[in-house]
């Protein structure tokens, strides 16, 4: 049985490369910056739907910018990142989303004593919003961020790769909160995350830790947000 699969036509992993990188940021980017204002301008028309399309943009925005830039020319997500990831991988991931939001709290705090200037989100907290902000933009920001843009960047040390993560994550964070507040936990927190995830991609060779570890951030951050 072994032997049988072996030989069935195998699929072409290709590393991707600048080409994909660019595509998807400006995807990505392109769609948080135009499509708010159509939606706005539409509100009337689309009801109570200009909210909830307002709020999954974020996360539409992201799958659209990993799939437009990789489908076309790979044929297997594994050189993505998109493969199986260790029970202790993933355990790892949950304990790095703890970390990642205790370091975020500490990093805010810090930078308001300095006073720096940080732009407050307003997360919803409705139970879509609880379902996109916890689930569905942390899956589809690392798929681009981490899967495509990491993975990218690592040809060039880990450095580079983790630094870069961290501030294209915030950079990203910083269109969703000038044009999508609601569906923002902040550009602080976006940072933290890119930089952790991306180690934990880097070490693991999977992206579904960092999955776990945004997943686990952004759900306690909510929680904080809710209790508050």
Known sequence: MLTAIREKPTETIRAPGWGELVAGLVLMGLALYRLPPVIRDNAAALGSWADVALLT???L???GGFLGATRPRLRSLRAL???RASPGAL???AGVGIVALATTVGATLGLETLGVPL???RPDT???GLVVLGLAIPLTQELLLRGLVTTVL???GAVVSVVGSAVLSGAAATLVLTFLPTASLGVVAAVVVGLLAAILLRRTGSVWPGVVAHVVANSLALTLVLLS
């Open 126 to 128: 409705t139970v879509v």
């Open 81 to 83: 990142g998109i493969r």
């Open 57 to 59: 943009l974020p996360a």
């Open 61 to 63: 925005a992201a799958a």
């Open 91 to 93: 355990l790892t991931g």
């Open 154 to 156: 690592l040809r060039y």
């Open 119 to 121: 732009g407050a989100p």
